[in-house]
């Protein structure tokens, strides 16, 4: 077992190359992106791989599960890592690029990926699309308003609910203009109709989920954020403490220190944006919206006095991710008493 291969995946053609243990080039070649053709062409070379890599992607999860089945032993490689790897090179083909995984696979200069189970994957598909229908529904919102304003109507401060019938009530004796968004208000309607269904859907699922509602124990906590922890961790296990769960994604500040420079910077924001903004919602509803009185809240409302309010929810968020991934890892619900933080913080 001593050659290493690097695959350079794109939607229809993956370029391969192998590499020895001393680094030299033993064969490269160009297939199909499909797991059957990626192993008949890795099983036609006749050697025994100690690593396979690939960068993540869209298609990572799907080729690294086909691979993994058939025996290889395939790694999935960060992207800030393949890139950094990548960028060094003058010039920027497929090819190349595939040489370079299979360097970085040789010195195991990379960081593998976690990939995640197929239920988390699917629920999270099902997060992703309600947020699509309704980033959807808010750009004819837009686009209705701004269709309108031309014209001198003005929709105004409303709500959802109202909005259809407020535009209705401003274009009521304009035919051209009727004809013209009428249509648009038909598709939000529809796409308002849609998103509801899927809301409801993810309730039933949350609902039904142990995790979720232990999750929900906790104060700002709801249905979306704990299920887009549960589904952005996955497995709990994998991280040695809760604090690295923060770090993870991306919650904490970052650090440059070179020479006489050393300083803190914002938060690296490296990790999954879908899971830090639900948890950035669900300390902002902890720090403004909850009425009951926690030590983790007075906890947010010390730096927010000596700080800045957005500081504080950073920080809340930061800490509500390391309290969730404990409470998983306990199986324990949340504790209003003091008790709550220390616990946090020594784990």
Known sequence: MN?????DVSLKRTAICIVDRDGNIVREGVTDTEP???ISWLRSAGFAFQRIGLEAGQCSSWLHKGLSQSGLPVICVETRHAKSVMQAQNVKTDRNDARALAQMMRTG???AVH???????????????????????????????AALRTFGFKVGLIGQSRFEERVRELIVADGDLQALVVPLLEARRTLGEQARVLTRLIGRLVRSDAICRRFMTVPGVGPLTALAFKTTIDNPGRFRKSRHVGVH??????????GEVDYNGRITRCGDA???EHLFEAAHSLMVNTRRWCSLKAWGIRIAKRSSMKNALVAVARKLSV???RMWCDGSDFRWEKSTLETAAAV
Request: glycine content about 6%.
């Open 249 to 258: 994604l991306g919650l904490t500040p970052g650090k440059y220190a070179s």
């Open 274 to 276: 879908f899971a830090r």
């Open 115 to 145: 990939i995640k189970t197929e239920d988390s994957q699917k629920l999270r598909a099902l997060m992703g699309s309600r947020r699509c229908l309704l980033d959807k529904q808010r750009d004819l919102n837009n686009h209705i308003r």
């Open 3 to 7: 050659h290493f291969a690097g695959l």
């Open 36 to 38: 059957e053709a990626l």
């Open 323 to 325: 309290i969730l991934h």
């Open 109 to 111: 200069w990379f960081k």
